[in-house]
């Protein structure tokens, strides 16, 4: 790899600072929580820069250094989820491939030397999530997109490029901010850089804030209620005592009454709120089917499926009439701590009011291929019976919220340990209680009942692969110049 001999190499304690300064921001604004989102657009500047000013080797140590500090972040919760060495290898993993993804920048803004080298950084890492979003068993799940969810104009462009569209920007803005410096004394490529900066992020932001201003025109809702009972009162065994779980579904069946005397017309209960077997299954169901036909309202519900010699971790939903419009079965199973489930294979679809409904089960709403399927059927309205690990509440709602700005529709989200949210398909969580404290939470609001048809749903991964194909065309072209002006 070819070094930049005619610049200085910055003082030890440029690279200290610089290390410290940018592993900080990495860390503060890529937690759990969306928090300072807006320190992500900065923190890989000082690593870009150092790694510009410093030989491949040095740059290498400087970045994993950056990225490891900023994967701490993450370490408690990993360990939590994934358990201790799992937790340390993917913390040292990340680092390792950041530290690759800033080598072939810096191969490439020395060797091309041009303006249009700020798109390396956002190319190389664009395809890298590209590839851990198809591969992964945890599909989008890291994605440095998620740190944006809070600021809804940027996320807006997900309806176009899915998620990859946003990590892009994450990473352009950064990488066009340090070759503007780096190229301050070159007045043409410092003019191209921040013209075309400007013009990007520019137009990304107009093209977010006139789709969030069609949010403000009226909109047809429906209104829609959740309810979370308090955690002691469910059963997580392999031998439920059905005779208490009665009891235990009649008192979901009272809170959903309550829900539905209060003009709910939708009702979400969480994943695995119920558990069901074969002899079961026509008193527990009939508890609810009552309710529902009483009360003219659907319920969705996730159950512990016990009905067959296959477990599964599945989902109803009961018409207005009482009968079982769907029974659906979770696709993704959280590795680990749902190993004894045999997954489903195909989306779970209804009919709710005459409206093309869906319903999915938590972990699913991480895989953006797969509830992609959502969208290409139009559902209106994704019903998401789930269960968050309590300090991951904030990131797994959004993460399932921005599969809805991807395909076009709204969410009822109803999740035990963590967020109870409606969301509409711009990622607004208009409605929002929690039950991480483990005691009783119910939520009710409205939610749209349009639906918006995105370019994203029906073309889906098409800016990864204009990525992965950028990223092989700036490493080919890179490796075909021989001398290069100013090296």
Not at 201 to 229: H, M, Q, W, Y
Not at 411 to 419: F, I, P
Not at 454 to 481: Q, R
Request: net charge positive; with cysteine.
């Amino acid at each position: 790899m070819t070094d930049n001999k005619n610049i200085n190499t910055p003082a030890l304690w440029m690279i200290i600072a610089g290390v410290l300064l940018s592993g900080a921001l990495w860390f503060v604004s890529t937690g759990l929580n969306g928090d300072f989102w807006y320190l992500v657009w900065v923190a890989p500047v000082p690593v870009l820069l150092l790694s510009l000013r410093s030989s491949a080797k040095n740059a290498f140590i400087i970045s994993f250094a950056v990225y490891l500090i900023g994967r701490l972040s993450w370490f408690s919760y990993l360990e939590r989820v994934a358990t201790l060495v799992p937790a340390i290898i993917l913390t040292l993993l990340l680092p390792l491939i950041f530290a690759l993804i800033i080598l072939l920048t810096r191969y490439v803004i020395i060797r091309r030397n041009s303006w249009y080298t700020i798109f390396a950084f956002p190319a190389f890492f664009t395809t890298y999530e590209y590839f851990v979003i198809k591969f992964s068993r945890d599909g989008t799940a890291a994605s440095l997109a998620y740190s944006q969810m809070n600021f809804l104009p940027i996320i807006q462009i997900a309806s176009v490029t899915g998620i990859l569209g946003i990590t892009f920007m994450v990473t352009f803005i950064p990488s066009a901010i340090a070759l503007a410096w780096h190229y301050r004394d070159e007045k043409t490529k410092f003019r191209y850089i921040t013209v075309v900066l400007g013009l990007i992020v520019g137009l990304v932001l107009l093209f977010g804030v006139v789709r969030l201003s069609n949010g403000d025109n009226e909109k047809p809702t429906v209104k829609a209620g959740i309810v979370v009972l308090n955690e002691d009162s469910h059963t997580i065994s392999q031998h439920p005592d059905y005779e208490k779980e009665k009891m235990h579904v009649a008192a979901y069946a009272s809170q959903v009454a309550l829900l539905a005397s209060q003009g709910a017309k939708l009702v979400v209960l969480p994943e695995r709120a119920i558990n069901i077997n074969k002899p079961s299954a026509d008193t527990i169901i009939g508890i609810l089917a009552s309710v529902a036909k009483q009360y003219h309202v659907y319920i969705a519900v996730g159950y512990t499926n016990f009905r067959t010699t296959i477990e599964r971790n599945s989902a109803l939903v009961i018409d207005v009439e009482g009968n079982v419009s769907t029974d659906y079965n979770k696709v993704h199973m959280v590795v680990g701590f749902e190993n004894e489930f045999t997954p489903g294979d195909k989306p779970g679809l209804f009919k709710f009011n005459g409206l093309q409904t869906g319903i999915s089960i938590c972990k699913d709403l991480d895989f953006q291929d797969y509830i992609k399927q959502y969208g290409v059927n139009k559902a209106t309205i994704v019903c998401v019976p789930a269960w968050d690990f309590i300090v991951d509440d904030w990131l797994h709602s959004r993460m399932a919220i921005l599969r809805g700005v991807e395909n076009g529709f709204s969410e009822v989200r109803a999740a035990r340990l963590g967020r109870l949210t409606i969301s509409d398909y711009y990622g607004k969580a208009s409605y929002e209680a929690s039950s991480a404290d483990k005691q009783q939470a119910t939520l009710i609001g409205y939610v749209p009942i349009k639906r918006i048809n995105t370019f994203y749903a029906k073309y889906g991964d098409w800016f990864g692969i204009v990525n992965l194909l950028a990223s092989i065309t700036f490493i080919l072209a890179s490796g075909n110049i021989r001398k290069v002006a100013n090296q």
